[in-house]
């Protein structure tokens, strides 16, 4: 267990990231919270929860906030994770972790299963946008541009199918995510999930151009 951190890219996540922390705690890893420009108390409430948390002053993107995360990581293993999860126990994060520590494969990715229908259905039928992963460190930090990319899985996706490494999905069952609309209300929360979806697009128009 000692050989991989869990890091948590969290933008305005105070009233989750505490319990996400403490059930990595329970599982004996050591924890990364990286404040991505929050207005809440969420560095406060992730060192008090026992994370190293390190707080950004200006919005980066999930992508900005992870690469800050992984280079304050000592560790040879990361485990990703997302701050706003439901039903997670410690042995979700083991069961992440195995295949990577056991060299069966080079990351694995969580996918929801009798968690709740919405987050269910959003991430089985786009499992390679999971943001719960578990994989080298060296892995992540060698994707392009992944500073720059707001929203990253994609970028990460790519980078694993172009390098030949290899992947597999994790069944995470009865976990599931605080939809955003619910988190920032429905109109400013159907906002935020309308822009990431326009930079996934954004993505996919670039690498098209790209191999063009």
């Known amino acids: 267990m000692h050989k991989a951190t869990v890091l948590i890219p969290a933008f305005n996540e105070e009233a989750t990231v505490g319990r996400v922390i403490s059930v990595a705690r329970m599982a004996g890893f050591p924890v990364v919270v990286v404040d991505d420009g929050s207005s809440d108390q ?3 409430v992730a060192a008090e929860a026992g994370a190293r948390a390190i707080r950004l002053e200006k919005n980066q993107g999930k992508g900005g906030a992870l690469k800050v995360g992984l280079e304050a990581v000592l560790t040879p293993l990361v485990i990703l994770l997302d701050a706003d999860l439901v039903g997670l126990k410690p042995e979700h994060l083991r069961s992440l972790l195995e295949p990577v520590a056991s060299g069966q494969t080079d990351m694995a990715i969580g996918v929801f299963k009798a968690g709740g229908f919405m987050t269910d259905f959003g991430n089985r039928t786009t499992p390679q946008l999971s ?8 892995l992540l930090l060698s994707v392009p541009n992944l500073a720059s990319e707001r929203w990253p899985e994609p970028a990460i996706t790519a980078h694993l199918k172009s390098t030949g490494a290899r992947w597999q999905y994790v069944e995470l069952r009865q ?10 209300g429905f109109w400013r929360g159907l906002k935020q999930r309308m822009g990431m979806y326009w930079n996934l697009l954004r993505f996919r128009l670039r690498r098209h151009r790209s191999a063009g």
């Open 42 to 44: 969420t560095a406060k």
């Open 175 to 184: 976990v599931s995510q605080v939809m955003k609309e619910k988190k920032r």
């Open 131 to 138: 943001g719960q992963r578990a994989c080298k460190r060296d």
